[in-house]
């Protein structure tokens, strides 16, 4: 979860700084649209790998003999 925290601080930060040197407050640009997609696929990834994981490890200690 540390590492979620810590990557969408730095987006925040850096679609922050795309607005201040852009001087455009009005709307998203590209740029930030694709950031933010980026961010959410990455943290659906994560999200996944972490479930399948459990979903393995269930499976696996189940007894079938």
């Given amino acids: 979860m540390t ?6 601080a730095w987006v925040n930060v850096r679609i ?13 640009t590209t740029l930030e649209w694709v950031a933010i997609a980026g961010v959410v696929i ?10 399948m994981n459990k ?3 269930g499976a696996n200690s189940v007894n079938v003999q």
């Avoid at 590492?3 to 969408?8: A, F, I, T, V």
């Fill in 55 to 57: 979903a393995k490890d």
């Fill in 3 to 8: 590492e979620l925290q810590m990557l969408w």
């Fill in 16 to 28: 922050g700084k795309i607005r201040e040197d852009s001087g455009d407050d009005a709307g998203f």
């Fill in 42 to 51: 990455v943290a659906a990834i994560v999200v996944a790998t972490i479930l």
